[in-house]
């Protein structure tokens, strides 16, 4: 996976985590399993520039990420083709779906659409 994907992911991961260490945790895990330089020194300073901001400057504060470099859709659409690469995987999409399915059916959940799943719109509260 490109580094620029493996950021986008993990700041995703972030996101959707109730705190910094269990993105990392996560991220590490997925990392080491999925990526080719996991368990390489490669590998950890990629998802830790993600998450954790090392190597990196302080960017202007907000919430969830703090001062860490934020990402977004639109970031991606710019730096490269994201419905050829989308295109490449059609079974990961039919996987996404089912997954969502599942929890839906198990948990009552249900899946954001659309102008829903705006990363922009997501908010958490940090702690001062």
Partial sequence: MHGFLRMYWAKKILEWT????????????????FALDGNDPNGYVGVGWSIMGVHDMGWKERNIFGKIRFMNYAGCKRKFKVQDFVARYPVALVNADSIAQSTQ???GLKRKTG?????????????K
């Fill in 18 to 33: 109730p705190n910094p260490a269990t993105a990392l945790d996560i991220a590490q895990y997925l990392n080491d399993n």
């Fill in 105 to 107: 059916n198990s948990c």
């Fill in 115 to 127: 102008s829903e799943s705006s990363s922009s719109s997501t908010k958490k509260k940090t702690k």
